[in-house]
């Protein structure tokens, strides 16, 4: 049974990298969850095949297309790795690369983004300590000094930080007054950066996340990304398309397994008839679909706004994030549930039950994405 039914246009990327994943990522995922890496080899692979440049103008080292094309490469990944976290780690870099291409200088764009096409690895990193959702009230600081800008503080759990080769900075410029909170791209393996340990996770183990520490460590002149003290609006357009792939990756993960499933309760039995014939059963199926279709359609709509500069793409891929993440953890409950005691088995079912739980938290909570969608409503309607 196939689920997947995408407009034509998009069905080429979206195949390919299924068939990418399924052949360098998915034979090999088991294996990385075990070790609790990021599966470097199949990262390259993807890189080699063009992935990162899908998306970025073609002036700028990209074969060109749009962001929806790079999202649907992504989705397609999302259904061929048989890895969450894999994905997960993804979606960290394209949001660095789409930031980079859609915010940078040319300086950035020649000195920043070419190893990131070619395979380096990217971070976004907000989160410090004493909280995350709160990003505004980062105490990382950055200060002017001759030739550039000195760097100090640290950031907590963030995803690629153990093997990240950049990283996309907030921080506060304490002498530019009230309005302070500025982006920086630094090269982690630039003196005065060190990493912490990875984190052991519930989940999503082929995902490394980990700690950033910033002490002094020198950042030319060029870092800054965007306008000094205008970071949090440059944030909530990177953060955005991070926010639509997590709907578009829920979608596209659970399609093989909701085929999976199917088939699984076609063979099992129960009171003298396979279990799918128990309409308690067939609800549980139909809810997987219906996430599917919804978190896709959202997704969509989200990256459709961000390419359009739309009022409302903030709204919609917050939108997306959390139909994303909620139908994905409800999906994997389901999924566990249809199996009974061999759901709740170690094995792969209740493993993406514990992948499914960190997309609740990461890339912001279901509360921050209830906070954004109600302050992006009052905004449009104060601008009407
Ligand atoms: C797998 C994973 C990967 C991650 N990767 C990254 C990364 O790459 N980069 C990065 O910067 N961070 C990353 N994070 C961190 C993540 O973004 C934060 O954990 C998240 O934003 C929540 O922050 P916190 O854990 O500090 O919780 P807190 O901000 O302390 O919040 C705790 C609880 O309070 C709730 N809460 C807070 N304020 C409000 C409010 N106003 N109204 C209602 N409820 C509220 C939150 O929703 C949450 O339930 C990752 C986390 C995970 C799990």
């Known amino acids: 049974m196939t689920v997947a039914l995408l ?21 090999r995922a088991a294996q990385a969850y075990e070790a609790e890496i990021l599966d470097r080899l199949a990262w390259r692979r993807l ?24 999202a649907t490469a992504i989705a397609g990944i999302a259904r061929g790795s048989d890895d969450l976290g894999f994905t997960l780690s993804l979606i960290a870099h394209a949001g660095l690369v789409r930031a980079i291409a859609v915010h940078g200088t040319a300086w950035h764009h ?12 990217g971070a976004t990193a907000l989160t410090e300590t004493h909280g995350g959702s709160d990003v505004a009230r980062t105490r990382t ?45 630094v090269n982690l393996r630039s003196p005065g950066v060190r990493r912490g340990a990875p984190e ?72 003298g008839a396979s279990i799918l014939d128990h309409q308690y059963v067939q609800g549980r199926i139909t809810d997987i679909r219906i996430t599917i279709e919804v978190a896709r359609a959202v997704s969509l709509s989200g990256i459709d706004a961000l390419v359009d500069r739309d009022a409302e793409a903030s709204l919609r ?25 061999i759901g709740y088995m170690r094995g792969h079912i209740s493993q993406d039950m514990q992948d499914a739980l960190g997309t609740l938290i990461a890339g912001g909570t279901t509360e921050m994405q209830r906070k954004n ?7 449009t309607r104060s601008e009407v």
């Open 373 to 379: 969608i109600l302050n992006q409503m009052l905004a």
């Open 200 to 271: 052991q996770l519930l989940g999503l183990r082929t995902s490394p996340t980990g700690a950033l520490h910033f002490d002094d460590a020198f950042l030319p002149r060029e870092a800054v990304l965007g306008t000094p003290g205008e970071g949090l609006a440059t944030l909530y357009d990177v953060i955005s398309f991070d926010r639509a792939l997590y709907g578009l990756v829920a979608a596209a993960y659970l399609e093989p397994r909701l085929d999976e499933i199917v088939r699984f309760t076609q063979k099992r039995e129960a009171f």
């Open 317 to 341: 891929c917050s939108v997306a994030k959390l139909v994303g993440s909620e139908g994905l953890v409800e999906a994997a409950q389901n999924l566990m549930r249809l199996r009974g005691h």
């Open 47 to 70: 890189a080699q095949h063009g992935l990162w440049r899908i998306g970025v103008p073609v002036e700028l080292g990209g074969t060109g297309g749009t962001w929806k094309d790079l």
């Open 141 to 185: 600081q950055a200060r002017m000094c001759e030739d550039g800008w000195l760097l100090r503080g640290a950031k907590d759990h963030i995803t690629n930080a153990p093997v990240a080769d950049r990283a996309l900075i907030l921080a506060r410029v304490p002498d530019l007054g009230r309005r302070d909170i500025t982006l920086f791209l």
């Open 7 to 27: 407009p034509p246009q998009e069905l080429d990327l979206d195949q390919q990298f299924t068939e990418l994943a399924a052949r360098y990522v998915a034979p």
């Open 110 to 121: 020649d000195h920043v983004l070419p190893p990131l096409l070619r395979g380096a690895i």
